[in-house]
C-alpha cells in the first residue's frame, strides 16, 4: 500500500486554479470566436512518424513514446536489445504524446484537404507534454492555447493577430504588454547583405540572445560561428536600430539592394497600416529586428508578446510559416498563428492580483441543514432556486450549524440561507452574506431576486 | 514522406463536431455547478504505483504505459530481456496514460485530505485512454464527464445525482430516458437468502445478463459458476420482481430476515422520497433489482441511464463506494457518484435529430472582399461588430465574390454583409442571410440590431 504521489513534473488543479484556470481558457475562447476561427481537437497520442523528426534531435527526445500494447517484445530479437536504446525504442514503441498543437495541426489539414474550406482558421486548446527536466515554471504537462489560419497569404491574418492578442489581454486585466513583431525576409536579406547568405538561421540565434547578453558577446558568438569579422561589421547597423525614430526608413536605406529584405519591410509596413485602419487605439506594437525566436520555421512575421512589469517570459509568440505540411508531402500551404502560453499568462495574472474575486468560487447559496424537517424543506426549495440560474447546494448532513458555516465559509460560498421551524412557517427564511455577516428576513422569490443577475 | 494517418483507435474533432461536443460539455458543465460540484483536473499520466491493480488483470493489460525517457535500457540486464514482458514492462516504464477519472481523484482526495473541504464536491471532464481492441463505437481516446461527492453518506447525494441527470438530459433534448436504479446490498442480502453468501459478485454478473440472455441461460450460467440447484429455487421470486407493481414491499417480504438487504430497501425507498420532495415532475426513476453493472466495488446505491427509442447502450452509470481510497490506505471515505459518456450521448442525439441548428457554427456573419477600397472599409468595422458581441470575420484575399460566398457557406456562417463603392458612399451596406437570399440595405448599427442577442 505505498503512499500515492504525482507523477514528475505534472499538477492537479484543484477548484481553486480551475476556476482561474477556466476563466483564462473562456476569455481566449470567446476572443478567438469572435474572430472567426474554429475550434479542433486532435488526439493525446499520435503515431511517432507524424512526429519524429519535426522538432529537431533534442525534440525527439523529449518525445513521451508510449509502449506497444501487449507484448512488445515479440518484434524483437536479442540483438535489438544488445544494441543501444534508440533503435530499440522504434521496435517497441509506436505512438507518442502530442508535443505540441502545430504538427497535429498540420497533419489534419493535410488528411483533411479534400473537404476543408480554405482559408481554414482553427483554434486548439489542449495540454501538451514534454520530458524536459521539470523546474520552476516548466512542467512535463502544460497547456496551450493555439490560433491559425492556413492557405492564404494575405497579411491581414498578421493583422487579426495584433487585434486577438489586443482582445484578449486587456480582457484578462493584462493592460501593460508590448507584442514584438519582426519578418523573417529582414534577416534573410541582413545574412545576404553581410556575406552570409542562407545563414540566417545560426544569425538570428546569435542575435535573438542580444537583450540578453549584449552586443559584444554576440558579436563573439558569431564569430564562432564562423562569419568573419567583416561581415560583423556590415552587421553594426542593426544594433542601431533598436534607438531609431524610423526604423522602417533606415532599413529600408540599409537594405535597399535586398529585394527580400524590401519585400519584409513592405510587410511589415503593411501590417502596420491594417493594424492602424483595424481601429486599436494605441496598439501595442514594436518592430524588433533582433526577434527571430530560435525557430528556423518561420518565413515571413514572426510575434512575441511580453507582459511589462512582471519579471516572467514571453506569455505568447508566433508566427508565419509557408511549409507547415510540406514535411507530409503537401507543400505550398501558408499559415500564420499564434500561441498563447496559459502557465505563464496565470503567474501574470496572479503576480498583478488581476484574478477578480467572483473568479474563486463558483457556488452562490448553501441551505443550512438544521434538523430533518428543515431539511426535507431545504430539499424542496433546490429546483425553484437553481432553475433561477443559482449554484446551489444543501448541506448533506445533520451536523452542527457552525460546522455546516464553517464549509460554505472555506468554499467561498458567499451566501447561506437559514432555516429553522419559525422560518418554515412564516416562509420568510434568513440569507447571510457570508463576508459581512449581514443578514435580511426574505421568502424564497426575495432570496432568488437578491442573488440572480 | 509517409503519408499521415491518425493512431489506430484515435479521432480528430473537426469544427462541426467540435462546436456540437461543445454544446453537450457546457450544458453538462452548467448542471454540475449548478448542483454544487467544483472543477477539478489531473495529470493525463500518473504513476503506473498509482493505477496498477486497480482495474482487475484485464485493466492493467489495457493501461498506456509510456517508457521512460532517455536510456530506458540502463535499468534492466540480459536476464530481464530474456524473460516474459510482463515483469520487463515493469522496469521500462513508471508511467500511465489516465483510465478512468476515478482512480486519479482518489489518489488527489488522499493527497490533499489535510486540506480538502469534506464533503468534497468535485466534477471532472477530461479524456481518459484504453488500449482496447478497436471497434464501432469503442475507441482508445474518449472523454468522461464525472461528479462524486465523498465524505459523507448522505443519501441525499443519491437523490441529488437524479435530479442532475433530469436537469441535462432534458435540456441536451433527450426526453424519454429510464434512470434504473438499484443497491448493492439487496444483492447481498439476496445472495445470502439463497445460501450463497459471499457470491454477489458472479451472481451479479449472471443477473446483470437478464435482459440480454433470459431467465434459462442465467440459471445455467450460475449452475456453472457452481451455485446449487436449492440456490436457484430460493432465486426464484427475483425473476417475478420485474412486473411487480410493488417491488420495495415484495422484496421486503422475501427478504425480511436479512438485515443488510432491508437496509438497502430502506435506502432505495429514502432516494425514492427525496426525489418527490425535491419536486422532480414525473421522475424517470425505476427500481431495477437486476442491475448491478459488472462493477465490484459498488457498495449501495448503483444508477444506469438509457435512452429509450434508440438501439444505443447507457449513456450514463455510476453509485455508491465506501472505499474509494482504501487501496491508498485511507480507509473509511463513503463517496457516490455518477460518468456521463459523451460519445453515446453525441450518438443519441444525432440519432435523434437533436443537435439545434446554431449549434453548428460559431462564426455569425463575413464580411466580403470586393476590391482594396472595400477591403479597408471593411477592416476598420470589424472592431465595432465584435464589440457588439457578433463573431465575425473579413474575407482576407481579393477573390470573386462567388468563391467567398461559398466560403461562407460551406462554413454554415449564417449571414453576408457585402460592400462595394455604392455602400461605402451611402453608409448602406447589404447584409444577406445566405439560407434564405434575403437582403436589406442597413447601416452598421442597423446590422449589429439585427444580429445581436
Same mark, same amino acid.
Given at each position: 500500500?505505498?503512499?500515492?504521489?504525482?507523477?514528475?513534473?505534472?499538477?492537479?488543479?484543484?477548484?481553486?486554479?480551475?476556476?482561474?484556470?477556466?476563466?483564462?481558457?473562456?476569455?481566449?475562447?470567446?476572443?478567438?470566436?469572435?474572430?472567426?476561427?474554429?475550434?479542433?481537437?486532435?488526439?493525446?497520442? @499520435?503515431?511517432?512518424?507524424?512526429?519524429?523528426?519535426?522538432?529537431?534531435?533534442?525534440?525527439?527526445?523529449?518525445?513521451?513514446?508510449?509502449?506497444?500494447?501487449?507484448?512488445?517484445?515479440?518484434?524483437?530479437?536479442?540483438?535489438?536489445?544488445?544494441?543501444?536504446?534508440?533503435?530499440?525504442?522504434?521496435?517497441?514503441?509506436?505512438?507518442?504524446?502530442?508535443?505540441?498543437?502545430?504538427?497535429?495541426?498540420?497533419?489534419?489539414?493535410?488528411? =483533411? /484537404?479534400?473537404?476543408?474550406?480554405?482559408?481554414?482558421?482553427?483554434?486548439?486548446?489542449?495540454?501538451?507534454?514534454?520530458?524536459?527536466?521539470?523546474?520552476?515554471?516548466?512542467?512535463?504537462?502544460?497547456?496551450?492555447?493555439?490560433?491559425?489560419?492556413?492557405?492564404?497569404?494575405? !497579411?491581414?491574418?498578421?493583422?487579426?493577430?495584433?487585434?486577438?492578442?489586443?482582445?484578449?489581454?486587456?480582457?484578462?486585466?493584462?493592460?501593460?504588454?508590448?507584442?514584438?513583431?519582426?519578418?523573417?525576409?529582414?534577416?534573410?536579406?541582413?545574412?545576404?547583405?553581410?556575406?552570409?547568405?542562407?545563414?540566417?538561421?545560426?544569425?538570428?540565434?546569435?542575435?535573438?540572445?542580444?537583450?540578453?547578453?549584449?552586443?559584444?558577446?554576440?558579436?563573439? @558568438?558569431?564569430?564562432?560561428? +564562423?562569419?568573419?569579422?567583416?561581415?560583423?561589421?556590415?552587421?553594426?547597423?542593426?544594433?542601431? !536600430?533598436?534607438?531609431?525614430?524610423?526604423?522602417?526608413?533606415?532599413?529600408?536605406?540599409?537594405?535597399?539592394?535586398?529585394?527580400?529584405?524590401?519585400?519584409?519591410?513592405?510587410?511589415?509596413?503593411?501590417?502596420?497600416?491594417?493594424? =492602424?485602419?483595424?481601429? %486599436?487605439?494605441?496598439?501595442?506594437?514594436?518592430?524588433?529586428?533582433?526577434?527571430? /525566436?530560435?525557430?528556423?520555421?518561420?518565413?515571413?512575421?514572426?510575434?512575441?508578446?511580453?507582459?511589462?512589469?512582471?519579471?516572467?517570459?514571453?506569455?505568447?509568440?508566433?508566427?508565419?510559416?509557408?511549409?507547415?505540411?510540406?514535411?507530409?508531402?503537401?507543400?505550398?500551404?501558408?499559415?500564420?498563428?499564434?500561441?498563447?502560453?496559459?502557465?505563464? %499568462?496565470?503567474?501574470?495574472?496572479?503576480?498583478?492580483?488581476?484574478?477578480?474575486?467572483?473568479?474563486?468560487?463558483?457556488?452562490?447559496?448553501?441551505?443550512?441543514?438544521?434538523?430533518?424537517?428543515?431539511?426535507?424543506?431545504?430539499?424542496?426549495?433546490?429546483?425553484?432556486?437553481?432553475?433561477?440560474?443559482?449554484?446551489?447546494? %444543501?448541506?448533506?448532513?445533520?451536523?452542527?450549524?457552525?460546522?455546516?458555516?464553517?464549509?460554505?465559509?472555506?468554499?467561498?460560498?458567499?451566501?447561506?440561507?437559514?432555516?429553522?421551524?419559525?422560518?418554515?412557517?412564516?416562509?420568510?427564511?434568513?440569507?447571510?452574506?457570508?463576508?459581512?455577516?449581514?443578514?435580511?428576513?426574505?421568502?424564497?422569490? +426575495?432570496?432568488?431576486?437578491?442573488?440572480?443577475?
Amino acid at each position: 500500500m505505498s503512499k500515492p504521489s504525482l507523477a514528475r513534473g505534472t499538477r492537479d488543479f484543484g477548484p481553486e486554479q480551475m476556476v482561474r484556470r477556466n476563466f483564462i481558457f473562456d476569455t481566449i475562447r470567446r476572443s478567438f470566436q469572435r474572430y472567426g476561427f474554429l475550434p479542433l481537437e486532435t488526439p493525446a497520442f @499520435e503515431n511517432l512518424s507524424v512526429l519524429m523528426g519535426k522538432y529537431g534531435e533534442e525534440g525527439d527526445q523529449l518525445l513521451f513514446k508510449i509502449l506497444n500494447s501487449g507484448d512488445f517484445k515479440s518484434k524483437t530479437n536479442e540483438q535489438d536489445w544488445l544494441g543501444p536504446y534508440k533503435p530499440l525504442t522504434q521496435k517497441i514503441s509506436e505512438k507518442g504524446l502530442r508535443y505540441d498543437l502545430t504538427v497535429p495541426f498540420a497533419r489534419y489539414v493535410v488528411m =483533411n /484537404r479534400g473537404t476543408l474550406v480554405m482559408p481554414f482558421k482553427r483554434y486548439q486548446i489542449q495540454p501538451v507534454w514534454r520530458a524536459d527536466r521539470p523546474q520552476r515554471g516548466r512542467y512535463r504537462e502544460f497547456y496551450q492555447c493555439d490560433a491559425d489560419v492556413v492557405g492564404t497569404d494575405s !497579411l491581414l491574418c498578421e493583422a487579426e493577430i495584433v487585434g486577438l492578442l489586443h482582445a484578449i489581454l486587456p480582457e484578462l486585466g493584462i493592460q501593460d504588454f508590448t507584442v514584438k513583431i519582426n519578418n523573417r525576409k529582414v534577416l534573410t536579406g541582413i545574412a545576404t547583405m553581410i556575406g552570409a547568405s542562407g545563414q540566417e538561421g545560426p544569425l538570428c540565434v546569435a542575435i535573438d540572445k542580444l537583450d540578453k547578453i549584449g552586443k559584444e558577446k554576440v558579436k563573439e @558568438e558569431l564569430l564562432q560561428k +564562423g562569419f568573419h569579422q567583416d561581415s560583423l561589421t556590415l552587421l553594426e547597423p542593426i544594433f542601431e !536600430l533598436a534607438h531609431s525614430q524610423n526604423p522602417f526608413a533606415d532599413l529600408k536605406s540599409w537594405l535597399s539592394s535586398s529585394e527580400v529584405a524590401m519585400q519584409g519591410i513592405a510587410e511589415l509596413e503593411e501590417v502596420w497600416k491594417l493594424v =492602424n485602419i483595424a481601429g %486599436i487605439p494605441n496598439p501595442k506594437i514594436q518592430f524588433d529586428v533582433t526577434l527571430a /525566436r530560435g525557430l528556423s520555421y518561420y518565413t515571413g512575421a514572426i510575434f512575441e508578446v511580453k507582459a511589462n512589469g512582471v519579471q516572467i517570459g514571453s506569455i505568447s509568440g508566433g508566427g508565419r510559416y509557408d511549409n507547415l505540411t510540406g514535411t507530409f508531402g503537401v507543400p505550398g500551404i501558408s499559415g500564420v498563428g499564434i500561441s498563447l502560453g496559459v502557465d505563464r %499568462i496565470y503567474d501574470v495574472m496572479e503576480e498583478l492580483g488581476l484574478f477578480p474575486d467572483s473568479a474563486q468560487a463558483t457556488t452562490q447559496l448553501m441551505l443550512t441543514n438544521f434538523d430533518r424537517q428543515a431539511f426535507e424543506y431545504g430539499v424542496g426549495l433546490l429546483a425553484k432556486l437553481r432553475n433561477a440560474g443559482i449554484n446551489t447546494e %444543501i448541506y448533506p448532513d445533520s451536523v452542527k450549524l457552525k460546522k455546516q458555516l464553517d464549509y460554505a465559509d472555506r468554499k467561498q460560498i458567499p451566501y447561506v440561507v437559514l432555516i429553522g421551524s419559525e422560518e418554515i412557517q412564516s416562509g420568510l427564511l434568513t440569507l447571510k452574506h457570508m463576508q459581512t455577516g449581514d443578514q435580511q428576513k426574505l421568502d424564497i422569490a +426575495g432570496i432568488i431576486a437578491a442573488l440572480a443577475h
